[in-house]
């Protein structure tokens, strides 16, 4: 049997059935100490998401990605500084921008950033997303006083990263998992979670629920999906014990309108967090052909929800600057995900301690 036969075989018979909450339940989470993770647009997304709400993510899994603002809002240096030619990204344009907006108040303040976590995974042989972007990322999260574990030295081409699942560990395509004999879902958080986690155990199907994601955006510039997924471990439901939560973002490409379930079931991550009481939420974006311009279902890492997108005269090629809203605690989707967050936390008891603790 050939590989690619292979892996349609395993996508199709693993497809998981999650049952379907009209809202999200009220459970026992402190979101002082949240963490995120992200591949490619989730990658640049987890760092925004890191810097904009220093005050409670404490910890980043950064999967070929690239500095927190790298684009300033432009789309043409996605795909050219911040993709294809990292070696001329002009640094101290990406620390301006983060410099006013922690001026403005537009973000926690950075000062948070000092102890933080962050791992950072640049693949030897990616290609869409060149692993000097991980180096790049390294030294604005050093300057910042995020305390780091890099991983440069696994021959991957652009993929989240499994010992189990997905394709030949330099092959690139989808769906972007690859099996390079590397446990990255483990290995990630158990850095963030200060390395006491177990290992993980197997992830109960009926434990991954949908949600309805539309109560968390009224407009369309948003580009989310109508459903959201978030994995509830055993001990976390019915807010009967402390939990943590973990929020994981998709890359281009493998969100639910494209993927199903098998991005969020296959990663590895539910493993983890069912062995070690993580709540996870899956915030999906949605694509859109034309405007906002999101066709693969990105994360906004260049500025397309803002407005001002849309006065790009060339359409892909968009020469004027979004601005950088997109990056702020307002912007569209960070707002949104963290009204999410916000939800799941809502049975916060304050006199329960996490047990490891
Ligand atoms: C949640 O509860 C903990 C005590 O377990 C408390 O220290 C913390 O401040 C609360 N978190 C939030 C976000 O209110």
């Known amino acids: 049997m050939g590989k690619r036969f292979m892996l349609f075989y ?4 693993l497809l998981v059935n999650a049952s379907v909450l009209q809202k999200l339940p009220n459970l026992n989470i402190d979101l002082v100490g949240t963490t995120v993770s992200g591949i490619s647009s989730g990658a640049y997304m987890s760092g925004q998401m890191h810097v ?12 070929a990605g690239g500095p927190v603002g790298c684009t300033r809002g432009y789309l043409i240096y996605a795909t050219t500084e911040c993709m294809a030619n990292p070696q001329d990204l002009n640094i101290q344009s990406v620390d301006e921008a983060i410099d006013k907006l922690n001026k403005d108040k537009k973000i926690d303040d ?3 950033l000092k102890g933080a976590k962050s791992y950072i995974f640049a693949g030897l042989k990616d290609t869409v997303v060149l692993p000097l972007g991980g180096v790049h990322l390294q030294d604005q999260f050093t300057k910042l006083g995020v305390q780091l574990k890099t991983v440069y030295d696994i021959p991957a081409e ?63 510039m948003t580009s989310l999906y109508s459903s959201g997924y978030v994995y509830i471990p055993t001990n976390c439901a019915g807010g009967k014990k402390k939990c943590r939560l973990h929020i994981n973002f998709h890359g281009c490409k493998q969100s639910v309108e494209i993927l199903g379930t098998n991005y969020i079931t296959m990663i590895g991550i539910n493993d983890v967090a069912e062995a070690n009481d993580i709540v996870v939420l899956y915030p999906q974006t949605s694509k859109n052909p034309i405007f906002p311009y999101n066709p693969e279902g990105c994360w906004d890492w260049w500025g397309y929800t803002e407005w001002n997108s849309m006065l790009a005269p060339t359409g892909y090629y968009n020469f004027n600057s979004a601005g950088l809203n997109f990056l702020s605690k307002e912007g569209l989707q960070i707002k949104s995900i963290w009204q999410m967050a916000q939800d799941l936390a809502s049975g916060n008891k304050t006199s329960q301690k996490l047990e490891q603790e």
């Open 158 to 220: 652009h993929a989240y990263i499994t010992n189990n699942f997905g394709n030949v560990c330099d092959f690139k395509g989808s769906p972007y998992i690859n099996n390079c004999n590397y446990n990255q879902a483990y290995e990630s958080l158990n850095y963030l979670y200060g390395g006491k986690l177990k290992a993980g155990t197997k992830a109960i199907d009926s434990n991954l629920f949908e949600f309805n994601q539309q109560n968390y955006f009224s407009s369309f």
């Open 52 to 63: 904009a709400l220093s005050s409670f993510i404490k910890g980043s899994a950064i999967v």
């Open 110 to 112: 950075v000062s948070n």
């Open 10 to 13: 395993l996508a199709t018979i």
